[in-house]
């Protein structure tokens, strides 16, 4: 049986948000990000995955970074800057963050990210997605995490069912994205079935 839901719902400004893993640092993205994040997002082949354009110009960018720290600012989700040896190499967020719907809590977020082309494959995207499920879960107070992809993209499949995440089904031809209709494969986890992937043995979080 899950656990009731905290009585008082988080303020997320006031949690600690710069996070740091073995060999990652992860820090909600500033205006300052953008000549970081350009080299990427300007890249044609990156985002064929993903819900969002190639960036034609660096106001894109810039008006991007201000999105997402409006919504950090409103409670809704959170997307940090992932960083090795003070390099950036990707990004990842809890986004469409809530605690209430009317009479319902529902205490849930989405998880989202991306590695630049030149840093996958080298396990980063996996250590920093442990640490935000963790942060999910153990900080920010959430019952459930969900998460999808596209059924093509094996790399981030392999993320979310190491991750743990439960498959609860597939949405066909979902989204039209490049002259084709793409399937998308949809998980969630709950905070009573989060396990620590360090162990093997399912634990009870708070």
Request: glycine share 8%; charged share 25%.
């Amino acid at each position: 049986m899950s656990a009731p839901p905290r009585s008082q719902i988080p303020t997320l400004s006031e949690l600690p948000l710069e996070l740091t893993t073995k060999r990652l640092t992860l820090r909600p993205y500033t205006l300052d990000d953008v000549d970081a994040l350009w080299p990427h997002v300007s890249d044609p082949a990156l985002p064929r995955f993903m819900s969002w354009n190639t960036h034609e110009s660096k106001d894109v960018t810039h008006e991007y970074l201000e999105s997402c720290i409006h919504g950090r600012e409103r409670g809704v989700g959170v997307v940090w800057a992932i960083r090795h040896a003070g390099e950036f190499v990707g990004a990842i967020g809890l986004e469409g963050i809530k605690f209430q719907v009317a009479a319902w809590r529902v205490d849930r977020a989405e998880l989202g990210y991306w590695t630049g082309i030149p840093f996958q494959r080298k396990g980063y995207m996996m250590e920093a997605a442990s640490e935000i499920v963790r942060f999910g879960f153990e900080t920010l107070g959430l019952h459930k995490i969900t998460v999808g992809c596209f059924e093509e993209n094996e790399a981030s499949r392999k993320i979310i069912e190491r991750l743990g995440f439960r498959f609860i089904g597939r949405q066909e031809d979902d989204v039209w994205r490049d002259e084709a209709w793409h399937t998308h494969r949809r998980y969630e986890l709950l905070a009573s079935s989060y396990s620590d992937i360090t162990t093997t043995m399912p634990v009870r979080r708070p």
